[in-house]
């Protein structure tokens, strides 16, 4: 067996074999300049003060570009690669691209929060430029002749007036030599020379994807290594009292127990603790693990059951809670409308959520003379080199991060508690081990998307428009993982589609209210806008129909006149992006509104009976999407959702057809929420486990055409990952509702009662 | 001893004759590209062919496969790529591709016995498979495409 594919111990830029190669790293520009006109804190900033990517040319013209983000199903491993291609002129034919591991000097790694593209944009082009800069200059020099007379011509050098031509391969030697230019310096190309950018290409990986030979965390195999199954602590915190192995080393092909202490809390992103059957083979580690018998001690967290839990929530979210956003007197308001105008108030719940990537947590890592080197699918290796150095009590440097192919990732492999349970394991084993979660462990163990409850009140005018609104959530925040006392939304969560809220309301006010966490909470495609989103869209919509109005012409109201949102007596992160550059915009909330209201033929369709269309718009990670959803429902209570319309305002797109995919993708996860994604506890316990407790959208339920329109934008680029999940699911319950007159106010599907 | 065939080749496996045939494969064969997603045949991305038939390598037993031939993703078109791989990436189909092994061993043993299959007819015949990013209007557009090649 041989260590597998893809990878490389510690060499950044194993293909570049001759001597003479051509390597440039972001890290030789001055951090200063890079720095210049970004605040602090930002991500963009984080990738600048420790920069993210090395081009490599070899002699023979190949091209090496390093993929510093994480590959799990976005195409990151493609676009940004791309990006440094087009400002180098490269042609794309002859660009190898590599995995970085984790490592501090390329910047933030955490593929997470839909900001590759927005946080290294710029920094991939200046790489580009660089390497393009640097082989002109290589080229006048040999012709001795002005650089302002030779320009690029895909892959080559030309001399303008003589058409003598090198290639880069032929320039590497010679470029490699000459200093490296200040950012000053630089040349980009203009939008109107762009080859690659906004035109896109396949996946650079495509051909391994389709025939199984991409390898994933679940496929890395080295010499010598042995199998893990874990037996956690069903309740959070929980910790062994005693443990009967006899029976378990009885199974064919089990090699021996080991016990693995429990975290100390927070948890964040420690292991959970528990018993690991090690066995030669996969197989056998399970079978070995069911025949464990271990007597649990619970803990404190046995108490937690998600009925009562619902209920202390939505109580929470009727009292007064911490104001996040007030503008106007909303009290006053309610007070005068009172007696005039109408109040209308409502409730909205969504349970927690789980992540079911189709990869469960799964690793391999190998402690070996002092170090540990993993080969993880996660969209975090830096925090890889963390846990396991803590863990461990060694150095970051010596833990290597090898980042295989991810299996859905989905905010779930940002969390590598289940790779320091490998490195921990590893050395006490004495060898390579691969731990395997069960989609039962997926299931159980997750760090679930919050459970949230949404108080809404508004008081509607004469004119049925909102002359006041007030919204409270109450949720476990992710910051529990990190903080045991930590009950309130931060302001991060908070801002996501939440102190946001862009609606043309003189009163309007905005609170959260506390919530303690049982379980680990984390970030799951699209977060906290889910809930927010969900309530706020779904709210808009009960107030178009009581006021009597058409849900879009009503929808376009609320946002009002195009303008930029006035934040700054909040506390808004907005998704770590420069607010100059990218503001909450409300003229382009509304342009993807009626783009998608005319694609889908919004108040032009002649649908059947039971059938209906809904819209709902929001704006998340900085882009922007609006969504029709046409449903039918049968005498049965069935939902079928034969079309979905997404409009996308994400400025400047990379690569438009697979962008189109993840918001076709964004369709059906929030499809899933929508019908059947609910976690619950019982005891403590969580009570799903597999795919027939935790159903995710099957092709039969999904929806069966989603189109979606790109709005052709020069902005700076934003997210395409997640964005298009919190509109679908408000979209397809006001879609319910306009086919059946049913509300949907708590999620999921599953928990309501569409007929009769 | 248990003899089987697995693409194309003679094997005999002298193991646990109750391990599915998914971990035989993975762990004993080293044949990674089909995956484990679930362990109780609810999502498909273990599928194989059995004697040209679709099955869920992770609730079959290597005993219940002896004698048999079993082909998977690596043995799917030795020599090249088969019309579905073919389709499959002229649509772009895949994104994080887990379980596309499985949709791609699912959607040939479909076209085996419906070359001209209706949306109902691959709605039936792959709503076992799930793809948790969401790729089933391609896989469908992949599935028909293929037919269409093949026509």
């Not at chain 1, 959970?272 to 069911?290: E, K, P």
């Not at chain 1, 809930?531 to 058409?550: C, I, K, N």
């Not at chain 2, 992770?58 to 031939?69: I, L, S, Y």
Request: charge should be neutral.
């Amino acid at each position: 067996m041989s260590i597998i594919a893809n990878v490389s111990r510690r060499g950044f830029l194993k293909g570049l074999a001759s001597s003479g190669a051509l390597v440039l790293g972001a890290r030789f520009y001055p951090k200063v300049l890079w720095a210049e006109g970004l605040p602090a804190d930002t991500h963009a900033d984080h990738a600048t003060l420790h920069p993210s990517v090395f081009v490599g040319i070899d002699t023979d013209g190949t091209v090496y570009i390093v993929a510093h983000r994480s590959e799990m199903g976005t195409a990151i491993r493609t676009s940004l690669p791309l990006v440094v291609a087009e400002e180098m002129d490269a042609d794309w034919k002859r660009v190898k691209v590599e995995q970085a591991i984790g490592d501090p000097r390329y910047g933030d790694q955490n593929t997470d929060g839909s900001h590759s593209i927005r946080s290294f944009f710029e920094v991939m082009r200046q790489a580009g430029a660089t390497a393009r800069f640097m082989l002109i200059q290589a080229a006048a020099q040999q012709w001795n002749v002005p650089p302002s007379q030779c320009r690029s011509d895909l892959h080559a050098v030309v001399h303008g007036q003589t058409g003598r031509r090198l290639g880069y391969g032929d320039l590497a030697a010679a470029a490699s030599k000459l200093p490296v230019p200040k950012k000053e310096e630089l040349q980009l190309k203009p939008r109107s020379a762009w080859r690659y950018i906004g035109k896109g290409m396949a996946s650079y990986d495509l051909t391994e994807l389709c025939t199984g030979k991409a390898i994933y965390g679940m496929d890395a195999r080295v010499d010598g290594m042995v199998y893990a199954s874990i037996e956690h602590p069903p309740v959070l915190g929980g910790k062994v009292k005693s443990c009967d192995d006899k029976e378990a080393l009885k199974v064919a092909g089990v090699l021996q127990t080991v016990p693995i202490d429990p975290f100390k809390p927070p948890p964040a992103f420690q292991p959970l603790g528990g018993v690991a059957v090690i066995a030669d083979n996969t197989w056998a580690a399970f079978q070995g693990r069911q025949k464990l018998n271990i007597v649990w001690d619970n803990g404190p967290n046995e108490s937690y059951d998600s009925g009562e839990y619902k209920k202390e929530l939505q109580a929470t979210a009727h009292q007064p809670g911490k104001v996040v956003r007030n503008e106007g007197d909303v009290d006053a308001a309610f007070a005068q409308g009172g007696q005039g105008g109408k109040i209308v108030e409502a409730d909205y719940y969504v349970p927690l959520l789980a992540h079911a990537s189709m990869e469960p947590m799964v690793v391999l890592a190998e402690f070996k003379d002092g170090k540990v080197t993993a080969w993880a699918p996660t969209q975090n290796p830096q925090a890889v080199q963390d846990i396991v150095s803590k863990e461990l009590g060694i150095s970051k440097e010596d833990v290597v991060c090898h980042v295989t192919f991810l299996g859905g990732g989905f905010g779930r492999k940002s969390k590598p508690d289940y790779v320091a349970e490998a490195a921990v394991l590893s050395k006490k084993v004495g060898r390579p081990v691969k731990v395997v979660w069960t989609r039962e462990d997926d299931i159980k163990f997750d760090y679930y998307n919050a459970v949230a409850a949404m108080y809404m009140k508004a008081v509607l005018d004469t004119n049925g428009k909102p002359s006041a609104w007030l919204q409270r959530s109450v949720f476990p925040p992710i910051t529990s993982i990190f903080d045991v006392n930590a009950v309130y939304g931060d302001p991060g969560h908070l801002g996501q589609g939440w102190t946001d809220i862009p609606y043309d309301i003189p009163n309007l006010r905005v609170e959260n209210g506390p919530a303690k966490a049982h379980v680990r909470i984390g970030w799951l495609r699209s977060v906290a806008n889910i809930y927010h989103a969900f309530a706020v869209q779904s709210f808009s919509d009960e107030l178009a129909h009581t006021a009597g109005r058409d849900p879009l012409q009503y929808l376009l109201e609320l946002i009002g006149p195009p303008r930029v949102l006035n934040l700054k007596n909040t506390n808004y992160p907005n998704y770590g992006a420069p607010y100059d550059a990218y503001p909450v915009d409300t003229g382009r909330l509304r342009r993807v509104t009626e783009m998608v209201a005319e694609k889908a033929g919004w108040g032009k369709r002649k649908l059947g009976k039971g059938s209906g269309l809904g819209i709902a718009a929001h704006r998340s990670f900085v882009t922007y999407v609006a969504t029709v959803v046409e449903v039918e429902v049968n005498d049965r209570g069935e939902v079928r959702i034969p079309r979905v319309d997404t409009a996308v305002d994400a400025g400047t797109v990379v690569n438009p057809e697979l962008t189109r995919a993840q918001f076709e993708g964004a369709a059906v996860f929030g499809t899933s929420v929508v019908r059947s994604g609910e976690i619950t506890a019982t005891r403590g316990v969580i009570d799903q486990s597999n795919f027939q407790d935790y159903p995710v959208a099957r092709m039969n339920e999904a929806p069966y055409q989603t189109n979606v329109y790109l709005v052709e934008s020069t902005a700076p680029p934003a997210g395409v990952g997640e964005p298009g999940v919190p509109p679908m699911v408000a979209a397809l319950c006001n879609a319910i509702y306009a086919a059946t007159g049913k509300r949907v106010r708590e999620l999921p599907l599953s928990r309501n009662k569409l007929v009769g | 001893m248990i003899q089987l065939k697995v693409n194309g080749a003679e094997r005999s496996f002298d193991g646990d004759p109750e391990m599915p045939v998914l971990w035989y494969l993975r762990d004993i064969l080293g044949l990674t590209g089909t995956k484990f997603g679930c362990g109780l045949a609810l999502c498909g991305a273990c599928t194989v062919l059995q004697n040209g038939e679709a099955i869920r390598s992770c609730v079959v037993p290597v005993r219940d496969v002896a004698g048999k031939e079993i082909t998977t993703i690596e043995g799917l078109s030795p020599n090249g790529l088969h019309p579905v791989q073919r389709a499959w990436m002229q649509q772009n189909v895949p994104q994080c591709g887990y379980c596309q092994s499985g949709q791609i061993m699912q959607a040939v043993a479909l076209l085996k016995s419906k070359p001209k299959p209706t949306d109902q007819d691959i709605d039936d015949a792959m709503s076992g498979n799930i793809c948790r990013c969401g790729t089933y209007q391609r896989i469908r557009a992949a599935i028909k495409a293929a037919a269409e090649a093949k026509a």
